[in-house]
């Protein structure tokens, strides 16, 4: 376990009425109280009012608040201080160099979080939901990932564990102990195997629903160049984003903001415009670029000139897209329509909203749309999974399939144990350190 002390600003940089800077380690105490002075007895667990001091100028220079924490009961399990400053960054930062001063040394990114792992405060599940509840870019992200913290997904693996671990200990002990009298019964075992197998495929469903939950729906902005999906980008957003011009062909390559439509983040993306013929190499890489997106997004938004009839790069797009989920969007409503309606729901099977970027019309019900078509398909889950449990609920699956195909007992507990030992790389028990280290380097300092 780690020995030396860290201190780190727990609040993020810039200005405000107050900020945080956090300590801990075995000298979180002795350190702290060098900087603060407290108008009373410390008491562990209670909220301080006091003075910050500067032992090198010998001068009070800030007054705030801090508490103690004791060994075990804090975040990290550790001895802990939490001071509370005013949200000068100038102030946190003179608190943070006198603590490295006075014997701290300033935390990496993600270890106040990383130490509560190790002193056995959280599993590695509820560690990742730390981040995750930080990150999330929506009301529903930080719901989910809240309830990752308090244990909802942690407590469905050690169950699963606990339930492989049973049937492992069962068929083991009548390996080796035959004399014992202990029957293994094949068809039972079986049927925990298979239970088993539901329960994880059940939980590796959850990926791209917590993701889209978590980090946003993806929507991309396909057209040809002055189909106006810049003007529908700026109008969605309320805001100037993207530049607009007469000209063809403004955006070269592709600008990113976020929508929140009932507590859920829809991340859209404004692309270049498909152009047939591409004038450059500058316009060949957008449309490059944007084809990648219309690969990795959740859904496309295809912008068609409503004022002029369909042409090569508008059936490029269709095709381009076919087998995504997508919105058809007719622009251009305040001029003569020209483009029929019929014939894009004939051609595509799916009715074309029409819209105006230039008077707003039709915007209302595209935001009504893209809740009934995603926010509707999306199932409501308190749990979810990312990139690294997903592999590891993956390498349990296999073995488990593996143990299900074989005859020889010594060969399915074999399996039965791989699959444990891939829970509990998910849960942390096992995961080697260089692997640890990846994943709490994404953290911020001071979580």
């Known amino acids: ?124 599940v509820r560690a990742e939901a730390v981040e995750d509840l930080v990150e999330a870019q929506s009301l529903e992200g930080v719901k989910l990932s809240f309830s990752q913290l308090q244990g909802s997904l942690s407590q469905k693996i050690e169950g699963l564990r606990e339930s492989l671990l049973s049937a492992a200990v069962l068929l083991e002990t009548g390996i ?110 957008g449309m490059r670029r944007a084809e990648l997106l219309i690969q990795e997004s959740d859904g496309v938004l295809l912008v068609l000139d409503g004022s002029s009839p369909l042409e090569p790069a508008d059936r490029k797009l269709m095709k381009m897209t076919e087998g995504k989920k997508k919105v058809v969007l007719i622009n251009k409503a305040d001029l003569p329509l020209v483009l029929s309606p019929e014939e894009i729901k004939r051609l595509l099977g799916l009715p074309p909203l029409i819209v105006s970027a230039k008077t707003r019309e039709g915007l209302e019900k595209l935001r009504v749309f893209l809740k009934e078509n995603f926010l509707k398909a999306l199932p409501p889950q308190k749990l979810y999974i990312n990139s690294r449990q997903r592999i590891s609920l993956q390498k349990a699956a296999r073995h488990l399939k593996e143990a299900l195909a074989l005859q020889a007992e010594e060969l399915i507990a074999e399996q039965l144990r791989g699959a444990i030992g891939a829970l509990d790389e998910l849960l942390g028990k096992i995961t080697p350190g260089d692997i640890l280290n990846s994943i709490f380097s994404r953290f911020c300092i001071g979580k």
């Open 176 to 285: 080796e102990f035959p004399d014992q009298g202990i029957e293994i019964e094949r068809p039972r075992l079986q049927e925990a195997i298979r239970e088993a197998l539901e329960r994880i495929e059940e939980l590796l469903s959850l990926f791209e629903t917590g993701k889209q939950l978590l980090e946003g729906i993806t929507l991309v902005l396909v057209g040809k160049p002055n189909a106006g999906k810049s003007s529908i980008f700026n109008a969605l957003l309320e805001e100037e984003r993207a530049i607009v011009t007469e000209v063809p062909g403004t955006t070269r390559d592709f600008l990113r903001e976020k929508l929140i439509i009932d507590g859920v983040a829809f991340i859209i993306i404004d692309t270049a415009g498909m152009n047939p013929v591409p004038k450059d190499e500058i316009e060949r890489e």
């Open 1 to 124: 376990m780690p020995e030396d002390t860290i201190v780190a600003p727990a609040t993020a940089q810039g200005r405000g009425a107050i900020s945080m800077v956090r300590l801990s380690g075995s000298e979180a105490f002795s350190i702290a109280k060098k900087i603060f002075r407290p108008a009373g007895k410390i008491l562990p667990r209670r909220v301080l009012y006091g003075k910050f001091y500067d032992f090198q100028e010998n001068t009070f220079f800030d007054d705030g608040m801090g508490i103690f924490y004791r060994s075990p009961r804090s975040y990290t399990g550790e001895d802990m201080v939490e001071l509370t400053p005013h949200g000068n960054p100038v102030i946190v930062w003179r608190i943070v160099e006198l603590a490295v001063e006075a014997g701290a040394r300033l935390a990496r990114p993600g270890e106040f979080t990383y130490r509560a792992f190790l002193n056995g405060k959280m599993d590695l």
